[in-house]
């Protein structure tokens, strides 16, 4: 059964600081991994996706992530963390196909605060 | 850019009711997703539907049933909503990858 682990439920960093959340899997065949961020009240939005080749995916607001098979691990990096950055973000994993594939298993989230 | 609408965004229910939480897409994509979203425990499926009148169980079904009677529009039933059932609801939908989401609907049950 595929699952996911984010280890951090809640993480700190100040304004302008670097951001690092970190995201581990488990998944029987080459996953697709995602990162969401859920601002309050709001629904989820994609930040990136890895289905295949290069390792390291840029995504949306300045957001990267690097997958590292060997780790079964898709941390969410950001060399700057904005004010704005703050919200809940969670990374899901799923596998390729369509019809009853296509499902995603999500981590139970990582709030981030931002300090000024 | 993808539409996915829920009905409600705030809902209260008393114990008991049947409960009825509409979700609609118009990029015409096959696939749509209910989750529920509770503190501490993220996003666990509850149901999803792969074409119209389509439904396979997620990994939280029991309390719940669902109807996909058109392709756009994905039902979600609580037959007799019970307190903790409480919780925030969201609706996805997607061709293959990646799932889109509406805003969530939180429903409380008194």
């Known amino acids: 059964a595929q699952s996911v682990t984010q280890p951090d439920i809640h993480i700190t960093v100040s304004e302008g600081a670097s951001l690092e959340l970190r995201c581990n899997y488990s998944?029987?065949?080459?996953?697709?991994l995602f990162w969401y961020v859920q601002s309050p009240g709001q629904g989820l939005q994609l930040l990136l996706k890895y289905f295949s080749g290069d390792t390291l995916v840029q995504g949306i607001k300045g957001f990267e992530a690097e997958f590292k098979r060997s780790q079964s691990s898709f941390n969410l990096r950001k060399p700057s963390v904005h004010w704005s950055d703050a919200a809940e973000y969670f990374c899901a994993v799923g596998g390729g196909g369509s019809g009853t594939a296509s499902k995603l298993t999500f981590g139970t989230g990582t709030r981030l605060q931002v300090t000024l | 850019d993808v539409k996915v609408t829920q009905s409600s965004r705030y809902l209260v229910k008393r114990t008991g009711e049947k409960v009825f939480l509409e979700c609609v897409q118009d990029?015409?994509?096959?696939?749509m997703f209910w989750y529920r979203q509770d503190p501490g425990l993220g996003l666990r499926l509850i149901y999803f539907s792969y074409d119209v009148k389509m439904k396979e169980k997620g990994d939280i079904p029991e309390g719940y049933s669902v109807s996909r009677e058109k392709k756009e529009r994905f039902s979600l039933i609580l037959e007799s909503a019970s307190t903790n059932q409480t919780s925030m609801y969201l609706c996805?939908?997607?061709?293959?990858?990646?799932?889109?989401f509406g805003d969530g609907t939180r429903l409380s049950i008194l």
């Open positions: 998944y029987g065949a080459t996953p697709y």
């Open positions: 990029m015409d994509h096959e696939n």
């Open positions: 996805a939908s997607s061709v293959h990858w990646p799932q889109h």
